[in-house]
């Protein structure tokens, strides 16, 4: 065989659930390493080389892998699934360990890398001198933060700076699990569930809805009445908000929903069900702005009902109040209050501060469950 020494591992352990099985890379997985590292998701997500050549996954399967398990500074199992190469999960380091996963676009989606991850961490903690795995990712990488979600790490937050991938400093998402932690979330994730009307339909924002998102964020109107819009805000401002957006449904601050036109998708504002782990655990704020093309036609008032129902349902978020504030003076948003059957009870002086710098007075509505 041309190409790189084949050095074999003293010992890797095989670690199965049933479904997911980890052992040691063997020649028959380069192919699939090949088309995993090539893939677009994988390029955009990690420091791997690219173009990626086979002589590249053929090095990294049968020389840097094992030399890692005998040196016992890097643990790399790939994942097998259906009789079938599925990716890689690695332990690195000890007693403080990082974890890093990747599977294969045939694997994607079926809760393969959890189960991958739980068996790698199990082993960490009780074979391999490991206290606490800790987890970073690109800001924005949701597929990896519900992995990590999932699997039970707790969810730091961001940290500026702690990535060098292609030449680049990049922020961080940040987790981390400790031995004796149960593998399990720690935080119901406020998912953007599809919701649906006639004409609207309420999803998850996506990267076609960033120059919408901008545009409406720009306007005058709403850098007025959202005095914590950045200014200028611009496409990157809207890519910070989407991701913003995805941790704080993670942690199960906030659901979010694009509102898009049910014919052709294109964005035309956002509602939200905020502060749902404040004082009291049964309650949200909802929060709105729309684009400016799409006021005035009920879109909204439409929306937020959609929202609502969603939000006091036992399947849906289970809320048992819901709250809103609306400045004096902003009257499309207080239309859209009492329009959604939300009663005002009662004015917080000057409690406002707009874009100008002004104060005004917010007015509080308020939505009980009934049942």
């Known amino acids: ?18 479904l997911v099985t980890l052992r040691a890379h063997v020649p028959a997985d380069i192919d699939a390493m090949l088309e995993m590292a090539n893939d677009p998701e994988m390029v955009r997500w990690t420091s791997i080389a690219t173009p990626h050549t086979r002589e590249m996954s053929e090095d990294f399967a049968l020389g840097i892998i094992p030399r890692g398990w005998d040196e016992g500074t890097n643990r790399i199992w790939a994942i097998e699934a259906d009789g ?23 694997a994607r989606g079926k809760g393969l890398m959890v189960r991958a991850v739980r068996l790698a961490v199990d082993w960490a903690f009780n074979e391999g001198g490991i206290e606490i795995v800790h987890w970073r990712s690109h800001v924005g990488n949701e597929a990896s933060l519900r992995v ?4 039970g790490f707790v969810l730091h ?35 953007s569930t599809v919701l649906e009307s006639d004409r609207l ?24 009445w959202l005095n914590s819009l950045p200014h200028p805000y611009t496409e990157k401002s809207a890519r910070e908000y989407v991701h ?9 601050i906030k659901a979010t929903w694009a509102i898009a036109d049910r014919v052709t998708d294109q964005l035309l504002g956002n509602v ?28 909204m008032t439409e929306a937020v009902r ?66």
């Open 84 to 106: 079938r190469f599925a990716g890689n999960v690695d332990i690195r380091h000890a007693p403080i360990g990082d974890i890093g996963f990747a599977l294969h676009p045939w």
């Open 148 to 151: 990590a979600h999932s699997a």
């Open 157 to 191: 937050g961001t940290a500026p700076g702690s990535l060098l991938e292609r030449g680049a400093v990049l922020d961080a998402w940040t987790a981390s699990i400790r031995f004796g932690d149960a593998p399990i979330p720690r935080t119901n994730w406020a998912e």
């Open 306 to 371: 959609l929202v609502v129902a969603h939000a006091f349902s036992p399947e849906g978020l289970d809320r048992r109040r819901l709250v809103l504030y609306a400045a004096d003076g902003n009257d499309g948003s207080n239309k859209v209050a009492e329009a959604a059957g939300f009663s005002r009870y009662g004015t917080q002086r000057l409690a406002e501060r707009l874009g100008d710098g002004t104060y005004v007075d917010l007015h509080g509505y308020e939505l009980l469950r009934l049942s």
């Open 244 to 252: 913003t957006c995805i941790w704080q449904a993670a942690t199960g």
């Open 272 to 299: 939200a069900v905020m502060d749902m782990r404040g004082p009291n655990p049964t309650s949200g704020e909802i929060g709105y702005w729309m684009h400016p093309d799409a006021r005035g036609k009920g879109v």
């Open 201 to 224: 339909i309420l999803r998850a924002n996506t990267e076609a809805d960033l120059s919408r998102i901008a545009e409406a964020c720009s306007d005058p109107d709403s850098q007025h």
């Open 1 to 18: 065989m041309n190409g790189p020494e084949m050095v074999w591992p003293l010992n890797v352990p095989v670690l199965s659930d049933g």
